[in-house]
Each structure stands twice: as C-alpha cells, then as structure tokens.
C-alpha cells in the first residue's frame, strides 16, 4: 500500500485564483481528516469525514473553504477565492474504525502569492 | 473543550544528554494520548501512544493524570532524533485528534 496519497505535493498561485487539493485514502479507512499546518498555528484540523459523510467542519475557517468527499477514495479540499493567508501545509490523514492511529499522506504546500 | 499545550516551540540539547519534551492537556474526560514525529521532508507519522506502554526508538511517555501531563523522554539522544514533536489528544469515540503547537528538537553533535 503507498500510503495515504496527496496531490499535488507543491502549488503556487496568486490570489484570487482557486486552489483544489486532493487526497487519496489508504483502502479500508473510513475516517479521512484534512489538517492544516503553520509555523504559528501549527496543526489544526479543519473537516473531518466518516463513511464519506462530512461529521465536523467546525475547523474549516471560512466560507472559501469547503471540502468533499464523493466517493471512499476520493476526497477534495478547495479553497475559492484563494487568499496570501492561506499559504500553509496541508495534510490529510485516514483512520480505520477501531483503531486509535492516524496516517498522514505528505502533505500538500500551498503558497499564495 | 480539549486543549493540548506544548510550552517549548524549539528545544535543542547535545547528543547523548537527556531529553524531555513537555505536554499538558485539559479535558474532561479519559483522555488517550499519542506522540507523533515528522522528520525532515517527511510525513508525519505516529510515535507512540499512552494506551500501549511500550518504548519506540528509545523515547517513553507516561500518563500523569493527577499532574494532566503526557510528557516524551528519552535518556540519551541522537542526531536522527531530530524533528518537530507533537503530541495530540483524541478526546473520544469521534477520532479526531487535536495537535499541540509542536516542539522543534535539534540534537546537536
């Protein structure tokens, strides 16, 4: 298995312009979590999934970010309109039911011009 | 609400001295406790956890409840040790963990 699977590994945008990142699941995990992760901030959890279903978005900080996840392997993070602020690592994780650990894909940085 | 707390952003020590990195944690209920390391250019990745008592590459925590402390020590440490450290709380059934701000650990020759 090649891990939890992100795409793409760096992006460079101006703002204003939409950003997609992706995310592939390990097969069989049905919890995926997207992160994002700054030097001043550090990890936060911004949406959580279970079964594909959204369960808390509570970390997603605003309107322009929403996420997706259309099918169990798949699952999409956008940010529209893309702002400087945004610029951050972002990663998501997957878990299976039952088990306590979390597995990180590499993580996407996203630098917003 | 859960909060995790990891006082020092950056740590340095010399090979082969002790080593402590310190979190504290606030939650209500039966916490479970993780370490996870992420590497230079590396995915972040588990270390360890409280549940399992058990010792990877040399590094220990213990649960301290009275104190709500989960703090990772190893007793000599090496270059390859150093990464961003950070210790995470999953604060029930939901599974999601919330990360303290990460301590930077710099083993130094």
């Known amino acids: 298995d090649a891990g939890v699977i992100q795409s793409p590994r760096h992006e460079v945008t101006e703002m204003g312009q939409e950003v997609t990142l992706r995310c592939k699941p390990i097969s069989g995990h049905d919890y995926l979590f997207w992160y994002r992760q700054t030097m001043m901030r550090g990890l936060e959890l911004l949406i959580y999934?279970?079964?594909?279903?959204?369960?808390?978005d509570s970390g997603m900080p605003e309107d322009r970010f929403s996420a997706k996840m259309p099918n169990a392997s798949f699952s999409t993070l956008k940010i529209q309109p893309s702002e400087p602020r945004d610029s951050a690592v972002y990663f998501c994780a997957t878990a299976r039911t039952g088990a306590e650990t979390q597995y990180f894909g590499p993580g996407t940085r996203l630098l917003v011009l | 609400a859960q909060r995790v707390t990891q006082p020092e952003k950056l740590l340095s020590v010399f090979k082969g001295a002790p080593v402590e990195l310190k979190c504290n944690y606030s939650?209500?209920?039966?916490?479970?406790l993780f370490w996870y390391v992420q590497y230079s250019r590396q995915r972040l990745q588990l270390l360890l956890r409280?549940?399992s008592r058990e010792s990877i590459k040399g590094f220990t925590a213990d649960l301290n409840k009275g104190e709500t402390s989960f703090h990772l020590k190893k007793p000599f440490a090496q270059e390859e040790d150093s990464a961003m450290y950070y210790c995470?709380?999953?604060?029930?059934?939901?599974?999601?963990?919330?990360f303290g701000s990460g301590t930077q650990l710099t083993v130094l020759p």
């Open positions: 409280h549940i």
């Open positions: 939650y209500s209920g039966s916490p479970e």
């Open positions: 995470a709380l999953n604060s029930g059934s939901a599974r999601q963990l919330t």
């Open positions: 999934f279970n079964n594909n279903v959204p369960i808390d």
